[in-house]
């Protein structure tokens, strides 16, 4: 794949020099990529909040340290959010948030957030994953097996033109209960994606066009003499 992977390096040190960038790894190997990606993961945008005044404490990464009722170390003070740490997701941080307003008002709505919600990385190609993973299935001693279905082999895939990806289901051996979903999907839009299908977890219910429809019955043999329209999401042709 034309691509090295050095475990165990340490932390690694990056200059420039005037033959370009220069990184020198924990272990006294040099490299001298074109370029140089730094994840260091993220850190809670509380600076300046006066949170130490206040008696709230965070941690290393300045992130808000909360109980289970979302309460900071200081009496009446409440955090929900990205300055909490992980997920870090808008829609978890409404529901931490919509937790943490009926804590501190007392208010019997909703008292905890869902422990397994969904993930979702935006890349190319695109992942998303709910629930236990082998790992953590076995850390809580539940005997589990996986299965992967690829869209290669899935008709609709071949006819919307999206053959990347697959979908990774882990159950649990005594009574088949799914564990953990894992979504990786690569697509390759002739047209403009409609709102339904830009989460990788979202039903896709775009209507299939004329150009599709043609371009698939004719790798079929099949000829389109019309097409028509029927429900939204659906289409139907006449085939001779």
């Avoid at 992942?127 to 279905?149: F, N």
């Avoid at 869209?151 to 053959?163: L, P, V």
């Avoid at 990786?184 to 209507?207: E, F, K, M």
Wanted: include cysteine.
């Amino acid at each position: 794949m034309g691509m090295r992977v050095v475990q165990g390096a340490g932390r690694a040190t990056v200059t420039r020099t005037a033959a370009g960038l220069q990184v020198e790894l924990a272990n006294g190997e040099t490299l001298q990529p074109q370029k140089v990606i730094f994840a260091a993961g993220r850190v809670g945008n509380t600076d300046g909040l006066g949170l130490d005044a206040a008696g709230v404490a965070t941690d290393e990464r300045g992130r808000i340290i909360v109980d289970e009722q979302f309460g900071t170390t200081a009496n009446g003070i409440y955090a929900a959010g990205d300055v909490i740490g992980p997920p870090a997701l808008a829609s978890v941080s409404m529901e931490q948030a919509r937790v943490a307003a009926c804590w501190a008002f007392d208010i019997p709505l909703k008292r905890s957030v869902d422990i397994l919600p969904p993930f979702g990385v935006y890349s190319v190609p695109e992942v998303a994953m709910v629930g236990l993973t082998e790992e953590a299935a076995a850390a809580q001693g539940i005997s589990c097996a996986a299965g992967r279905a690829r869209f290669e082999t899935n008709t609709r895939a071949a006819i919307s033109g999206a053959t990347e990806g697959m979908v990774k289901l882990v159950f649990a051996r005594a009574d088949l209960t799914v564990l953990w979903c894992a979504h990786r999907r690569r697509r390759r839009y002739r047209t403009r994606p409609s709102r339904s299908s830009r989460h990788p977890l979202r039903r896709h219910h775009r209507l299939l066009h004329s150009l599709d429809l043609q371009r698939a019955h004719h790798e079929r043999g099949v000829q389109v003499r019309r097409l028509r329209r029927t429900t939204p999401g659906r289409a139907m042709s006449r085939r001779g």
